[in-house]
């Protein structure tokens, strides 16, 4: 059982490039979600997924895409990175049933955006 | 909208010191709380839950206690060690609401001297 897993761990883009940062996890959760973590700022969420074929906006989406065709695949799309994006990225799954919530997180994408 | 609001960091302690790192929420429903610590260069790991009033989420010697009262979940550990020092997140999903994500507090980092 490998968890949450990301790729690439560490990426330089320069701006107006594009990219697609992976996630990927085998515990068969429905739930899915890409945080972005920069100083002072917490964690806040870009796009979420209740399940395949849905997604829906966090509370920072523009400039982000997602996708969601599969449980186990929940990759987050920059169109044309900004330095505004340089931050640290975390993927995570939810597994939310009546008797259990734990929200499970990859070891994240570190994004330098020159 | 619901929230989590914590301590402001750092917090610098010695070895051995009493931590408390205090956090507060709002929400509309009856949330399910938790503590997750993110240690240096990692993803967040869960560290404790509760998921109703008075419950006492521990692990690791961390203990929180639901206080429905005073709509809060203070993080106490009696005894901190060099090995504690990370950043420490608050946060709450409102069970009955169907797949919503978790909401977070902005972290508190935590640094331990010996």
């Known amino acids: 059982n490998a968890g949450v897993t990301q790729t690439p761990k560490f990426q330089v883009l320069k701006t107006g490039q594009s990219m697609t940062l992976q996630c990927a996890q085998d515990m068969n959760h429905e739930y899915m979600s890409w945080y972005r973590q920069d100083p002072g700022m917490g964690l806040r969420l870009i796009h979420y997924?209740?399940?395949?074929?849905?997604?829906d906006q966090g509370e920072v989406p523009n400039g982000y895409n997602v996708s969601r065709s599969t449980t186990e695949d929940f990759p987050l799309r920059l169109l044309s990175a900004a330095p505004s994006q340089t931050s640290v990225y975390f993927c995570?799954?939810?597994?939310?049933?009546?008797?259990?919530?734990?929200?499970?997180f990859g070891p994240g994408t570190r994004l330098l955006v020159l | 909208g619901d929230s989590v609001t914590q301590m402001e960091g750092p917090v610098t302690l010695s070895e051995e010191a009493f931590l408390t790192i205090n956090c507060t929420y709002t929400?509309?429903?009856?949330?399910?709380l938790f503590w997750y610590v993110q240690y240096p260069g990692e993803g967040l790991q869960l560290l404790l839950k509760?998921?109703?009033?008075?419950d006492k989420g521990s692990n690791k010697g961390f203990e929180a206690t639901y206080r429905k009262e005073t709509t809060s979940f203070h993080l106490e550990k009696g005894s901190v060690q060099v090995s504690d020092s990370a950043v420490y997140f608050c946060?709450?999903?409102?069970?009955?609401?169907?797949?919503?994500?978790?909401?977070f507090g902005k972290g508190t980092r935590l640094s331990v001297i010996a």
């Open positions: 946060a709450l999903h409102l069970r009955n609401s169907g797949n919503t994500p978790l909401v």
């Open positions: 929400a509309t429903g009856y949330p399910s």
């Open positions: 995570a799954s939810f597994l939310t049933d009546r008797d259990e919530e734990t929200q499970y």
């Open positions: 997924s209740v399940g395949a074929g849905i997604t």
């Open positions: 509760a998921t109703k009033a008075d």
